[in-house]
């Protein structure tokens, strides 16, 4: 899996403008939070390359994240900082933080769930982990289009210090009636002569504004 290369993946994403999303991001929480900002859990962080940049702006920095080899990499990469930021190895679906937090995130539509019990699993642990009035960000997480779409031009190459990717990204519809469907990621690398061929495989769910304002409601009443 890409996801297990930390240094190939973010080779993959460098075509990100970090300080364009974290300005965005920091405008949001001036304007919406009805709650001083001061602690953030990122969901998903990966490498975490909104680390230095939150930090720039006075924010503490958690981030979550279930595979081993992307914490053990953002926590080599970020332990110059201070303060040195905090890791927590665990599934999206259901979690516990040590601590609350003032502002959580999903970057990337990085919310990988398959069905409604999950979503409630994961909102669960989000309201024992956001304290009352902070603010939920979610990034190409709610789909405004047909998620099919996204099969259009999603072939590219990219070289940094000599490693050649070549990415692509294609989505199949495994029950259109749940709006479930499966992400396949291939990626081809020439890392200074050696060779490796990567696949991932993701099923996600398609929430559209509409079902997605409704599990959200059932959720509530549910935990009435």
């Known amino acids: ?5 930390p240094e190939y993946y973010e080779i993959v994403f460098s075509f990100r403008d970090i300080p364009k999303e974290i300005s965005f991001i920091n405008k949001c929480i001036k304007e ?3 709650i001083k900002v001061e602690c953030i859990l990122e969901i998903g962080c990966g490498p975490a390359p909104h680390m230095n940049d939150l930090q720039k702006y006075g924010y503490k920095y958690i981030g979550l994240d279930n595979n081993q080899n992307m914490l053990k990499y953002a926590k ?8 040195v930021p905090e890791f927590v190895n665990a599934n999206m679906v259901s979690f516990d933080i040590p601590q609350k937090v003032d502002f959580c995130f999903v970057m990337l539509g990085s919310l990988y769930l398959s069905n409604d019990d999950q979503l409630k699993s994961h909102f669960d642990s989000i309201s024992k982990t956001l304290k009352p009035g902070g603010l939920y960000f979610l990034d190409l997480c709610i789909q405004f289009s047909n998620p099919m779409d996204y099969n259009n031009n999603n072939a590219f190459s990219v070289e940094q210090n000599g490693i050649q990717v070549k990415s692509e990204f294609e989505i199949k519809a495994i029950d ?11 990626v081809d690398i020439n890392d200074n002569g050696k060779i490796k061929h990567l696949k991932m495989t ?3 769910i398609a929430y559209y504004p509409k079902n997605f304002l409704h599990s959200l409601k059932v959720i509530l009443i549910l935990n009435l």
């Open 1 to 5: 899996m890409l996801y297990d290369y």
């Open 32 to 34: 919406y939070s009805d």
């Open 76 to 83: 080599k990469k970020w332990n110059h900082l201070n303060p």
């Open 176 to 186: 259109a009636n749940r709006h479930l469907y499966e992400e396949n990621w291939s």
């Open 202 to 204: 993701e099923k996600n």
